[in-house]
T-cell receptor, first 112, second 114 residues
Framework: GIQVEQSPPDLILQEGANSTLRCNFS?????LQWFHQNPWGQLINLFY???GTKQNGRLSATTVATERYSLLYISSSQTTDSGVYFC??????????????FGTGTRLTIIP | NAGVTQTPKFRVLKTGQSMTLLCAQD?????MYWYRQDPGMGLRLIHY???????AKGEVPDGYNVSRLKKQNFLLGLESAAPSQTSVYFC?????????????FGDGTRLSIL
């Protein structure tokens, strides 16, 4: 099956710093999602981005499907950005829907 | 707007006991999914459903059964719980709309098997 690798596995930053998280995948995909799992375990969908660049406030994401990677940028980090960031790739099933394969995540800790 | 609701939020079982986790969505989504998340790992797909009465196996289906008798509900059953099934379980749903839509996740059920 498809492999999804995220780097770095852990990242500790001072508040206000910028960061770049990377997601590599081993095969072509229909779509890619970035999630933030907060300290309470809730999964929050950040971006749904098959290709190109999207921005939402301090966060932006870029997917280069032809080269099989995606990047998540966080600028001016805040303590509330702490948590685990997952990328997940969509692949089609025989039924016409899509199933997600998740990476192992990047644990981000923002220090005040 | 509730979205995806999972019941219960926490549960402790003894080895060999059975239980059912309930997932309910109010968005009229056709597709529903069950995942498990183990420490330090991403989510892995257990089973999914593309409509009432239609289910399929995911990446880690062994030891679980599912049913989708109503469009809004997707049940995950453990017939004989094992310690290896200690995990956090997430349900998700998505639409069949032509414009691809992301999966919407519930808040998870934390299950411990002693």
């Amino acid at each position: 099956g498809i492999q999804v690798e995220q780097s770095p596995p852990d990242l500790i930053l001072q508040e206000g710093a910028n960061s770049t998280l990377r997601c590599n995948f081993s095969d072509s995909v229909n779509n890619l999602q970035w999630f933030h799992q907060n300290p309470w375990g809730q999964l929050i969908n950040l971006f749904y981005i098959p290709s190109g660049t999207k921005q939402n406030g301090r966060l932006s994401a870029t997917t280069v499907a032809t080269e099989r990677y995606s990047l998540l940028y966080i600028s001016s980090s805040q303590t509330t950005d702490s948590g685990v960031y997952f990328c997940a790739v969509d692949q089609p099933t025989n039924f016409g829907n899509e199933k997600l394969t998740f990476g192992t995540g990047t644990r981000l800790t923002i220090i005040p | 707007n509730a979205g995806v609701t999972q019941t219960p939020k926490f549960r402790v079982l003894k080895t060999g006991q059975s239980m059912t986790l309930l997932c309910a969505q109010d968005m009229n989504h056709e597709y529903m999914y069950w995942y498990r998340q183990d420490p330090g790992m991403g989510l892995r797909l257990i089973h999914y459903s593309v409509g009432e009465g239609t289910t399929a196996k995911g990446e880690v289906p062994d030891g679980y059964n599912v049913s989708r008798l109503k469009k809004q509900n997707f049940l995950l059953g453990l017939e004989s719980a094992a310690p290896s099934q200690t995990s956090v379980y997430f349900c998700a749903s998505s639409s069949r709309d032509r414009d691809r839509q992301p999966q919407h996740f519930g808040d998870g059920t934390r299950l411990s098997i002693l």
